[in-house]
């Protein structure tokens, strides 16, 4: 069973009867673009996502011939006709953006960015942002932001944190497009299906991620953040204190007892 909640705006959202929520960007006019709306709405969604014991799994993907082109450049170059030449727009427009790719990071849930076309920019930034990416061997990513004098500073920020810092640096000094079976290279995407194949792939991998408990998804997921950020003695006492706390969980019991007894768990989700 699929329920569609929103079927006409620029973000689709549907939910199946396996807790895979799926997330639409459908702007394709507009190539997608991350405009204020956009955010506004991506933002809402992973936060609405996070809270909603229904959804289990997010799988983040687009209509039409780009998965997102970035920012809204005529949007924001509408703003210099203001007083202070846009910098309190540019400011909050970037500040939302941050916000928003920050909202994937922080929910629950897992988050998976399905990629069909071109993602630039901050439609670049979108997918490094995700905690899973399969993309299609149409796909193709790039920061080119030089190209325009802009450099991609915070598409930089998500892109740096997915691939070393030469493969990073190349790619926001150039602002060449890389293919989707460079991406893999790299660890920018996790792999590439065939256009056709891509959708099987994706809901076979959501669904298998959906079937674990979502109490433990959630606590991994939320470690695997901050203990990345930390030096390796206080990510080793982090992890150790999280992995104590999981341990006293309902579906830890529940889960290291149907292995013992060969069995299917029964997840409670607490």
């Known amino acids: 069973m699929v329920k569609t909640y929103d079927?006409?705006?620029?973000?689709l959202s549907s939910l199946d009867g396996n807790g895979v929520l799926q997330l639409t960007l459908n702007d394709a006019k507009r190539r997608n673009v991350l405009s204020e709306e956009m955010l506004e709405r991506l933002t809402n969604a992973f936060q609405e996502a996070s809270s909603n014991q229904a959804v289990r799994v997010v799988v983040l993907q687009a209509n039409g011939p780009a998965f997102s082109a970035g920012h809204d450049l005529k949007e924001m170059t509408a703003a210099r006709e203001h007083v202070d030449q846009g910098r309190a727009n540019f400011s909050q427009i970037l500040q939302k953006c941050s916000a928003m790719m920050?909202?994937?990071?922080?929910c629950?849930?897992?988050v998976i960015a399905k990629v069909s076309g071109i993602?630039?920019?901050?439609?670049c930034q979108l997918v490094a942002s995700c905690d899973l990416a399969i993309a299609d061997d149409t796909a193709g990513f790039s920061t080119p932001g030089v190209h325009i004098g802009l450099f991609c500073s915070t598409p930089m920020v998500a892109l740096s944190r997915n691939v070393s810092n030469k493969h990073a640096m190349e790619m926001l000094l150039t602002g060449d497009v890389i293919s989707a079976s460079r991406a893999e290279e790299i660890g920018l995407v996790n792999s590439v299906a065939s256009r056709e194949e891509?959708?099987?792939?994706?809901?076979?991998?959501a669904t298998k991620i959906a079937s674990k408990s979502s109490l433990t998804l959630s606590i991994g997921k939320r470690a695997f953040y901050q203990q990345?950020?930390?030096?390796?003695s206080d990510a080793y006492h982090y992890a150790a204190e999280v992995m104590t706390e999981n341990m006293m969980a309902y579906d830890a019991k529940e889960g290291i007892d149907a292995f013992l007894a060969k069995r299917e768990p029964d997840w409670q989700d607490k």
């Open 7 to 11: 079927d006409t705006g620029i973000l």
């Open 228 to 232: 990345n950020e930390m030096p390796l």
């Open 119 to 123: 993602a630039t920019a901050a439609g």
């Open 108 to 110: 629950d849930k897992p």
């Open 198 to 205: 891509i959708d099987d792939v994706v809901m076979g991998l």
């Open 102 to 106: 920050q909202s994937i990071v922080n």
